[in-house]
């Protein structure tokens, strides 16, 4: 373990400025390949308990602007997203996935969802702006991807109730934290 974190720390302090780490003979090349190397062999290594808590922001379904937790499991993810902002302008999400790609820094999962969506497209304060709020509960399939804090989820939705009758494209892009075990 105390490995490990001399690895990350390492990493962390030259991704900052490996030039001059170089430059003025701190850490060479070679060492700072293999800090990156260990760190990634004792993430393989313990892949049965590689799991870790990811907390971040999203764009897109189901609210906008989007808080977003996940768990990830050996295999499994279980994930959360939404926002409430407006009686008009909310959304909340739910997923749960398996990873088929488990790498040390990379998941590529699917997952089953299952939302709801609030909005309204022109935000205007006249008197008809209630007349344009669609809303929509949908459950459907996505493709996630997560490289070292970068989330990507795709998919599909079929609307189950409201005002959206044809499919619903699903689609997140962000930045999450992640907090390993």
Known sequence: MKRRKLALFLLLVLAASPSIAAAEGVVSKDQFTAAY???????TKNRITNSFLTLGATIGIPAGLNAHASFYLWRFVLRGSGMFFHKDLLGAQADAGFSFLNGPRLRHSVSFVGGYTK????????????????SASYIGATYDLFI?????QTGLG??????LSSPLLIFQVGYLFYFPQ
């Not at 190397?37 to 993430?43: F, K």
């Open 37 to 43: 190397e260990d760190a990634d062999n004792a993430v």
């Open 119 to 134: 909005r309204n497209p022109l935000l205007t304060l006249n008197a008809n702006a209630a007349e344009t709020v669609r």
């Open 148 to 152: 070292d804090g970068f989330f990507l």
């Open 158 to 163: 079929y609307p189950l109730s409201g005002e």
